[in-house]
C-alpha cells in the first residue's frame, strides 16, 4: 500500500504497515519474525536491542516504525554477510565471549559500526562504543578483547 | 577409569536410578537428560563434556535434551554452585554406566576384555575387529539401575575441550529465549502491578484501557490485574492505561530505617548456631569491633521476566519458563490451581542471566493466569523493566557484627560473630503455596510467605558465617529478622558475600593492629592446605610483597565457597586513573577436578566483575520508598568501568568437582575494601564503596 513503510533490511526490501505506530524493536521481531534485536528494557538504556540504520547503531525499542522509512536496517541476523560481522563472530567464538548472550547480538551491532568506522580501534575507544550496552554476567573483558582481536584480524587480512 | 573423584552417589541419582532416565542413544549421537538447567554460566556445555569424557567420544556428539518436567529427571533448583557438583556426578555415573553396558556388549563380540579395548568416537576396536556403539544395545539396557551396572573401565582420558554449545545462536541473532518462541496464536500478556507487590486493588475503572485496539480481554481476577493483547503494542497500551485508572493500597510493610534501627526492632534474640571452646582463654592484646553492611542487591537481569503458558481443553497447563527450578515450580503451580501435579508441565526455556530468585516464576504464573482467562489460548507475559525491579525479590540487606582479638604473639584469640538478615530464600515449592505475586493476588493476600533461612552447613544468612581461621574462642550467632521490609530471596552466594566481606575484612583489620602483613596473617591461621595455596598462588601472580610495596596499593581476601565448595583467594589494586578505582582483580581458585578450563575461568571472571559491581556501585535504594523503575536508578557497571581480571586454575584431577559460579564474589568484596584500606587508610565497612564513603572517611 501506497502508506507501507518501505526500507531495506539486511540488504533485501521490507514493508511494515504504517498503520501500526509502533517500536521498530516489536515490529522486527513480532511481524518481521527477526528476533536478533533482544528485548531489553525497552527505554533505550541497556543496548540489547541495538540495530544498525544506515550504517549507525540505534536501540529500535524507542525508534519509531515510521523513522525506518528510506533506510537500511541491519539486525543481528544481517551481521555475518559484512566482513566486520563475520569477523566479530569468530573472534567471540575463539574468545569464548559470553555467558548468559543476552546482551551479546546487540554489543556485536555496536562493534561492528566501530570497526567499519576505525579500523585499529584502541581499547579505550571499543569500551567508550560498548557504554551503550549493559552486561550483567561481568563477560565485559572478553568481549572488548573480542572486539580488539576481530579488529586485528580484519586490519591482517 | 576407576573414578576416584566420583565420591557417594548424588541423591537424585537415588531418585531416578536408571540408565535411561539420565542418557540414551539417538542413531550416531548420545542424548543426555540432566535436570540443571542452563543460567548462562555454562552448565549444559560442561555436563556435555562430561558425559563425552566417560563415553569416550567426541563432545559434537552429545546432545542435551531440555530440560522439562515430563522428560527430565528432578534435579530440583539449579542453585547453590551444584550443579558440577551434584548434575555433574549424575551425568558422569550416568554416561559411565552407559559406557559399561556398551563395552560389554563389544567385549562379547570382539572376545577381549574392555581394557584392552580401544574406544575412538564410538568405535570400539580390538585385533583389526571393529564394534559401534552406534549399534545400539537393548532398549532393556536403559531401564536398568546405574548401581546395578558393572563397572567396565577404559583408559584415562583428559577432558575434551568445547566451546558454549549456546553460543553461535547467540552471536548471529537466531532464536535463543524465552522470548523468541513462538506457539502457533501467541497472544501478548502484560501484569499491571504496583511497586512491592501484592497490594490490594482498590479501584480499577478499565473503560479507557478496553478502548485500545487489538485488545482481547482486561483480566482481572481478585487482586490480579492484567491485559491480552493481539499485538505487543497493544498490550503495552492497554497496561499503561490500566496503571494510570487504578489505585492500590499502601503497603503493609513499614519501610526500614536508614540508620538501621528498623533491624533492632525486627531481629529475633540471638541464636548460637556455632561454637567452639578449644582452650583456656588467653588475654587478648588487641580486640577490634566492627559492623559490616550489605545493602539491598537487585539480581537487575538484563533481560525482565518473561513467561509463556497455555491449556488445554482438557485442562492441563503447560507452562515455559526461565525458572531455576522446574520441578519447584510445577508444584506450586498446580497448588495455585487447585490442580494434580501430573496435569502440568513445566519446561525450561532460556532468558537472560538471572544470578537466583528473580521474576521469572511470577511471570510463569502470571502467563497461565492470562491464559486460562482467554480459554487456554497461548500467552506470553513479558514484564517491562520497571516491573522487574519494582518487584523482583532482592538479595536481603545484612549486618555483620564481629568482635576479634590477637594474643600476645599474634595468633588470633577469639572470634565473636553476629549476623543480622532476613531469611534467604522464598523460592516457590518451599514455602505456604504464596511465594509468587499472582498466587497472593488470586486470594487478595497483600503478604507472600517469608523467606526461609536455609540452615547450616551450606546456610542462607549463615552461608560462610564460620570463619575457617584457627582460633581456640569461636562463637557465631544469628539474629534472624522476622520482618521483610521489602520481598527478598535467593541472590547468587546468599549470605557469603556479606560474611566473607566481613570476615576478611576484620582478617585486614587484626593483620595491621597484630603488625602483620595481611598475607602472612592468613597462612599462619590456616591450616587447610588448599586454602593456603590458592592465597600463595594469588600473591604469587600479582608479585605480592606486602599491601602497600612499589607504589602500588592491594588488598587480598579468601574464602572457601560454603566452607564446602571452591576455594578462593582474591587480590584487588587500587588506581586511582582508573574510572572505577580498582584496576585490577586476580583470582586463584581451586574447584577440584576441573571440567572445562575455560568454562571455569569465564564463571570466576564473571562473578568477579559482578562482585565488584555489588562492591562498588549498587544498592536498591528502598530507604526512600521507592523502588528503582529502570537502569537510570540502578547503575551497574559499565565497560569503562570493568576493572581487568586474571584467573589462576589450581586443577585437582583426583579431588571431585566443586562447583565455582559463586566462589568470587565474598573474596572480590573484600579484596577491593582491603585495598582501599591500604591506598588510602580508610576502611570502608557499608557497602557500596562509593567514592562519596572514601572521601567522607578520608
Known sequence: MADDIHFKLNGQPARLAAAGGGMLLFALRNELGLKGPRFGCGEGHCGACMVLVDGRPANACDLPTSAAAGTSVVTPEGLGATPEGQALQRAFIELQAGQCGYCLSGVLISAAALLRREARPTETQVRSALDRHLCRCGTHQRIVRAVLSAAAELADA | MPDVAAGPPPAYLTRHPRVGQWIGIDGDRIIIKPGKVELGQGVVTALAIIAAEELRVRPERVSVLPT?????????YTSGSFSISQGGASIRAAAAALRSLLLARAEGVLGAPAADLEIVDGDVAHGGQHVSYWDGIDDEAFGLAISDIPARGAPAAKPPSLGRLDLAAKLTGAPAFIQDLDLPGTLFGRTVRPPAAPRRLERLDDRRARLTPGLVDVVRTGDFLGVVAETEEAAIRAAVALSQDCVWAASPHEPPTQDGAWMERAASPPEVVY?????????????ISAVYRKPYIAHASIAPSCGLARWDAAGALEVWSHTQGVFPLRRELAGVFGMPESAVVVRHAENAGCYGHNGAEDAALDAAILSRAVGGRPVRVQWSRADEFG??????????????????DGAINSWRQEVWSNGHTARPGRGQGLSLLGAAELVQSDRLDDALDPPLPYGGSLRNAIPLYEAPDVTVIRRLLTQTPVRVSALRSLGAFANVFAIESMIDELALAAGQDPLAFRLRQLSDDRARQVLEAAAERVGWVTREADGRALGLAFARYKNSGAYCAAVAEVSGDHPLGISSLVLAVDAGRVVSQDGLRNQIEGGAIQAASWTMKEMAPVYDG????????????????APSVEVVVIDRPQAPSLGAGECAAGPVGAAIANAFAAAYGVRIRDLPITRERVLAAS
Request: hydrophobic content about 30%; aromatic content about 8%.
Open chain 2, 626 to 641: 521507592g523502588r528503582p523503575s529502570g537502569w537510570a536508578d540502578y547503575p551497574i557497571l559499565s565497560f569503562s568501568e
Open chain 2, 68 to 76: 522439562a518436567t515430563d522428560t527430565s529427571p528432578n534435579e530440583d
Open chain 2, 275 to 287: 561454637e567452639r571452646h578449644d582452650a583456656a582463654p588467653r588475654n587478648s592484646v588487641k580486640v
Open chain 2, 391 to 408: 518487584n523482583e525479590p532482592y538479595g536481603p540487606a545484612m549486618q555483620v557484627q564481629i568482635e576479634a582479638g590477637v594474643a600476645e
